[in-house]
């Protein structure tokens, strides 16, 4: 059963989302909230595995409601941010504190039902347009701090690191490296383990905020 919490400051969001949630046998709306301190104050409370969060809310927004669920350890919730468009402002912000992934509020019963799945999951759920567009963002800045768990992965566990940065699934990183997926999975889990990462999406982020892998529109 995967829990979920649905943060939006529009009723009409928040029910929407929660009646489709309950049409799935393995899902179960744990509760709603419609500001960032609510949705804090009620994912504490009562530990769902993934967050819908709103971007725009009132006094706390999203992003810092994210930080603070975020920096909770390996035990928070996964968040998934709700956007109205692709190319939300707030893509490069929401990913550094901490988000799993984007979601178009607009989205399909099935396309919601995939989403928090895979979010549950610890995977990755990165739009092609949000990833051109997170990609150029660090383009723009640059590096920004060297990770010093970068050091502690060995090279096998850095060649994955890179591909994971890529886009790379498991199942192109083992034809790639010629390797069985269940190889990369517990390659991918070690990376994740060393640096401290809870999940893919986290990855890819710090691969490119150190260094290790650098936007092709940089050269």
């Keep these: 059963m995967i ?26 709306v744990a509760g709603t909230a419609a500001d960032g301190v609510e949705a804090v104050r009620i994912c504490r409370e009562l530990a769902p595995d993934v967050v819908l969060m709103d971007v725009r809310m009132p006094g706390m ?12 350890g390996a035990d928070g919730p996964r968040v998934l941010i709700l956007t109205t468009f692709d190319l939300d402002e707030y893509v490069y912000d929401a990913l550094r504190a901490g988000a799993s992934g984007f979601l178009l509020k ?9 989403a928090v799945r895979v979010i549950a999951a610890g995977e990755a759920l990165l739009a ?12 723009r800045l640059g590096p920004r701090s060297e990770a010093p768990a970068l050091s502690t992965l060995t090279p096998r566990e850095t060649q994955v690191l890179r591909l994971v940065a890529e886009g790379l699934s498991n199942p ?48």
């Design 128 to 139: 092609p347009a949000v990833t051109k567009r997170l990609i150029s963002e660090f383009a």
């Design 61 to 72: 927004g999203g992003i810092e409601a994210t930080r603070q669920l975020a920096g909770a």
């Design 172 to 219: 192109e990183i083992a034809a790639r490296l010629v390797v069985t997926e269940e190889t990369v999975k517990t390659h991918v889990s070690r990376v994740l383990n060393k640096m401290g990462l809870r999940d893919r999406t986290q990855a890819v982020v710090a691969a490119y905020e150190s260094g290790l892998v650098v936007p092709r529109s940089r050269s």
């Design 106 to 114: 607009d989205v399909t019963a099935e396309r919601l039902f995939d």
């Design 3 to 28: 829990r979920v919490v649905i943060a939006d400051d529009h009723l009409v969001v928040r029910t929407g989302f929660a009646e489709l949630l309950d049409t799935q046998p393995d899902f179960e």
